[in-house]
């Protein structure tokens, strides 16, 4: 499976050996993406960054990758697309913008826009997000972090126990996720939300199909196995009358009490960001943030290598990247946050 | 006539030689345009990319083009100025700007409003279109792309057959266009609109002071001589009531059957986009798309060449381009588009 | 005092040494702030600047500042960021950032906000401005201006005489650059404001208990010893209720015949920009734009010196800026704006 020249839009792309190979390459730029060394592979290289939905931390992570990579970028955001707005097809938005730049990352808030957009162009194009649709980057990094994390740990991903807890039904992170997750061996998957928000059903169906054990749960403090994970995700308020949503969310938060009462300290928690922590909102509590079990930050770190690796292969330069590399000269901290622990360290 | 360090603020600044010389030059740089080559010449200068009127392509292409040269970026987009919504001036804003650039584009909404920030300044600026006045980048690629399509058919642009269609009261690109066109020599123009929005007067003086032959149609499907070159442009709906509206754009619509009826093998379709491809808008039709007649998109990957040549011209560096290029080294598709066909590979 | 590594949140966190050690790198980086030399030291290098607040002189002063060093500037601008909309928290946003880049730049429009924002990073971070809190970077570029606008009249700071002019109290521009020119010694101060808009007792109070001398005034138009410099900021109409309004700015203008009948030939004119030229806005005139004591477009110039040299010492680069530093090729002008007179010329 090559991706030169393809356009990145599912994680239904991948098999296996196709999901570790690109892993293995971000792997190998992970000095760059920590600063250690600079790469100019794409030195002269343009990248359109097409946020036709805000989304300032994913446009800043691709951006920031691709000048890893010697490139420049150059931006849009916001949800106006004025020559869209005066009746242009997406058909004529892509030709155009393929004509000025080398690859083109976009975000839309409608799903199947960001296909749409690829079928009119042969320069690659990466999916930053389709609306209720897919965003490949984001499971990728999280596979990424889970396989760093259980390698630390001594651990394999065949046969791990795996909680995903939250909304399931609207947040397409996790669907993307499962799927990966599903190209691996003897997982057992717990599926834990709020009624009417449960997993849908053809991913439950893909899950078993592959050979997983899955178990769909609607209260999270329950018995569990040894949980190797915790996949946290926001529920989203909004779509809930007020009185359907008290307790709902409480009912749900993965916090200290919870990993104390149900995980040991081998346990990875994560979650896509960003995490909701404004008054009674019950996202992952903030209790566990000097907990080294708290793998969030680790996580959106690896956003850079792995959107190096993706714009590596799409353009064909994984290959070239070593020989135009050279140490960084300037300062940087040994910890990037205050309370990184030392499982931040580059190893 | 030289460029060096001079404003670009309308196509009247050009006579037929100027003209052509920054055509060689575009023509030149077409490798590193097309990203078969990688140049630095400018590696170190920035750019003010100043959209004070939303323009997303129009600020990328020559975002794209600077970076094209080595050169990097600073945008600023949208219909606010932090600083001009509090009275700073013109001047002001203009004069601070260019002590921290190397060159300057302006996009505004009103017409002067580009001048105005060129005379505040010494620095190299290119009007990126000023409202209903110009925007001669625009003409220039016009131009550019005109004159490939027709080497490319063994034509001569002195002499040709040239219809142009649609609002030509209000279009300003239409308007700098034929300046252009009539440097040349013996053209023949059909200046074809609805009724209350014809060619401005002092244009088709302009035309017919120069020796071109000129005809002046309210309908488009009427016999012509072998059409060398049809340039549609969109008739902006909100300039009529609806009932005036209905019919006006069917009848201006340039689609297949027009071609087929009226036209031959040879005739070439331009628009300067973005069309209207919304239900009921009658803007250029989507019929031509695999027609290799319509050259609309060549035309707007033209841009960045065009752009490319502006600004090494008014930064003085046009000599010194080639000692700074080198091979690319990523991949990229033989064909942007597509139902790209074999015109659009780079000679 | 070294600043490697550091956040520069206040200009407090200098003492004399520190901050003329600081004004000498930024001497040092003008022949390429001027466009003579083009420096690649940070190549490889991204700065997120972090606009939640619009001010697009300073974004782009800053963008340009990292340019001139080789780096690439990843940019957000305007007054939502989507994921703290979403309820994130400041230490949510300003680590995961910073996992992506290697120095930030933070404007925000609430006092406190830029020292959240650093107290969650270990990387480098500029305070752009926050509120009515501190804005270090033009305080410094107003010192550096003073110094070298005195040190080309032969003139010494301490022992200076210098009239601050307009709203003090609200003004953070003022009160940073107070601070730092109470670094040093036997200046005399005045400050003149409307009765209501006076400098904060604890400015006023660290200025006499350092020994200089300081008279507060509500009148413009009095006589005065030989004024060195006169500073003037805008009065914010907003703040005053029309009938109140109405005369105050008048008095309080600096322009012409202020210069004519209370200073000499070898006063300083400076505003931090921008200013309102709108009628009736009695802001610092337009009357002085050709005559050669007012500096304020030297003062705008000198911020991208500045923030070069914040961000060398930031990121410990400045030692080694010399011998990654070649001559530019490309045309710039001898004088950057029209009435731009000698004292522009780089030394």
Redesign the interface.
Known sequence: MTL??AHLLSVSQFDRAGVESLLEIARSVEPIAR?RQ?????????L?NLFFE????T???F??AF??L?G???????F?????V????I???S????????ALVVRHPERGAVAEFA??????LVNGGDGPGEHPSQALLDLYTIKNEFARLGKSLDGANIAVVGDLKYGRTVHSLVKLLSLYRGIRFYFISPRGLEMPVSICDDVTNRGHHLEVRHALRQAFPKLDLVYAT?IQKERFSSEEFEGYSADFQVNASFLDQYCDTSTVVMHP??????HG?Y?LS?DL?SDSRLAI?RQ??S??AIRMAIFSV????EG?IAKHTRD???????????D?GPFYRLA
Chains 1, 2, 3 share one sequence.
């Open positions: 030169r020249g600063r600079v790469c100019r592979v794409l030195e002269g290289a343009v359109g805000a989304s300032t931390r446009r800043i992570s951006g920031a000048c890893r010697g420049a970028v150059c931006d849009t955001t916001g106006t697309f004025s020559s869209m005066k009746g242009e097809s058909y004529d938005t030709r155009v913008i393929s004509g000025y730049v080398d079928r009119a162009t042969n320069i690659p926001r960001l960003p995490r909701d922590s404004s909102a996202d903030e943030n930050f959106s770190d956003g850079v799409l353009l064909g330069v070239q960084a000269m300037w300062w940087r901290p040994d910890l990037i946050g205050p990184d």
